[in-house]
């Protein structure tokens, strides 16, 4: 992440951004730059000057009243812009704390890199690596930062797990990467494959079965200071999926290296929470396997035996992420009792047809809660559209031999419902909300807050509902 440095100014800064609104004031060599080349302050829009203090970029905001996403968005625009330059000014001067930590926020955002595998640098030899937040009052921005950096620094966690290959992040190095956190105070542990046998988790145990990876479940801890039981978030991590014996296409396939995006978000969230000290208790389940193609794989038409006790009837393979989810959220449900569950995964293709790359598919069992995953997804702009589960998606999923069938026949079927009636199944009376993120994991074309690649959808999300709807006690 961007050293972000806090002051009332930034004298070896080469180049400023300074955030307008429709009608707010400039001084005078900026107004007559500005009005020479049009520019009113409109969402979106940038103009360049140059003066004798340097190099100023000002971004428009719209509307003379930006909210907390316009200056995220404005400080993402920023950086984009200014990506060569290595060292940039934010100009908050006038900004109320939370707007200027938003604005930094956007910016340390947009200039993610994942430059880990890279042998050859000679592009980037000069590109954004520092950022004065310039304000009046730097102790009070200070502790605004504080909050937003947090989410920011899980955020981009979690986009670093899901960049990685499938080589190079398997069910141990992800095991592995998640140990690291204890430095923060967050409990680390793994239940390997023969805990996951002997407590029965048998479709997570299936799923991974195919790989000389072994499957594994992560439980991450952070304590909080309230007593209360912990507000539980539960990821799909999926390392690599080939689809199992339903093998995919192969044209595309490599991007399933960021099936495991909800894991990465979950644990990104749970950081979050420890950087900032949340009061709240949380605890992250991540499920972890490879689904690989191999003679032990498991197959369609086999009958899994779950840790909730219920059998599933396997369809199609390559619908392995509810099959772990399931043992997941019912093993999180019964041994830490949650007051809340919200498990997120890269689950179908039919919400992507559906809701597109804009925003994720929301399923519950409690509308309290989802009206609260929703709020804080639009505060943090990364919205949540509710979806239905209708009472034809559960008879559906009915077995002549098993309790349940995990999905309906046919790869082509629509079933982001029928996927979510199933993992209903599982919550076990929970309050409980799913996010099926496939169409927002991942951007193929950067936006206002995404360079391309992984976005690190709901970290941000997820501390800001704690912080919004579970940190009274």
Known sequence: MLEVRIGRSAPSATATARPVAEGWALPGPLLAAAAADGFTGAAGTLCEVFTGQGRVLLVGLGGAAPDEEALRQ????????????????????????????????????????????????????????????????????????????????????????????????????????????????IAVGILGRAELERQGLGALLAVGQGSVHPPLMAVLRWKGRIKAPPVAFVGKGITFDSGGICIKPAAGMEAMRGDMAGAAAAAGAILALALRHSPTPAIAVLPIAENATGAASYRPGDVLRSFSGKTIEVVDTDAEGRLVLADALAWTARQHKPRAMIDLATLTGSIVTALGHHMAGMFDNDAALAAKVAAAGAAVGEPAWRMPIGEGHRRDLESAIADIRHCLSGRMQPDACHAAAFLREFACGVPWVHLDIAGVASRAEADPLHAVGPTGFGVRLLDRLVAQAFEQG
């Open 74 to 185: 404005a400080g993402a625009r920023a950086a984009a812009a200014l990506a060569g330059v290595a060292h940039v000014a934010l100009d908050a001067h006038g900004l109320s704390p939370q707007a200027a930590a938003g604005f930094a926020a956007g910016a340390c955002l947009r200039a993610w890199r994942f430059d880990r595998l890279r042998t050859r640098h000679d592009e980037d030899a000069a590109k954004l690596a520092a950022i004065d937040l310039l304000t009046d009052t730097p102790d009070t921005v200070e502790a605004a930062w504080r909050g937003a950096s947090a989410g920011v620094r899980g955020a981009l966690f979690a986009r670093d797990l899901v960049a990685e290959p499938g080589n190079e992040l398997t069910p141990q190095d992800f095991a592995a990467r998640l140990q690291a956190l204890t430095r923060h105070g």
